[in-house]
């Protein structure tokens, strides 16, 4: 076999500058991982400004044939399926706390509770169903799953109207399934003025 100095010289470089691109890109595909993971916990990527959805509230009305829930707090406003919902006076809606996606953005929209454990008594929630928006206040914050499955719904003591709202699946950092559950204040009315005024049940 003929050996050539310069050649192998130049196959000795190219090995070397392929291991360093590897390297490189094992630390690049590492670092947008954990941004990708960390997307839901701290809104990476999200261009949203914190009270949009707080905003909607006050000026968008409920449309008749779709279904939303809204959590201000969370600035999380996302779609349900009216047919779904057969009885608005035991509500329940289940999602998933984490589940990760090719993108930042994606992750984050498909992690729509993983900051549910965030929602404290007395904070207000609201859902969309039949042309009307009902109104909520969380009585009973995060419980895990299983705590929350032996509680009930009747644990809430309301006689007008309840939510639930169901955490599935765990975190990155560990957290597990958790429930939330709610009271119905009232339905909101709309009126000529943009606006909402709660009222009784």
Known sequence: MRYHHLLGATRRQNRRLLSGFAAVAALAGGVYLLANAAAPSIGLFDSRPADSVARDLLNRPPVADQAKLYLPQLNIEMGLNPADITDTSDL??????????????????????????????????????????????????????????????????????????????????????????AVQKGVVAWDKTPGIKPLKP
């Open 92 to 181: 329940m809606v289940r999602a998933k706390r984490f589940s990760l996606a090719l993108t930042p953005a994606a992750t984050r929209q498909q992690s729509p509770f993983y900051n549910l454990d965030k929602l404290k008594a007395g904070d207000e929630v609201f859902a969309d169903v039949g042309g009307q928006r009902y109104a909520y206040q969380v009585v009973d914050p995060a419980q895990s799953a299983a705590d929350g499955a032996n509680s009930g719904a009747a644990g809430s003591g309301s006689k007008t109207g309840s939510l639930t709202l169901v955490g599935e699946g765990r975190t990155p950092m560990g957290g597990s399934g958790i429930v939330v559950r």
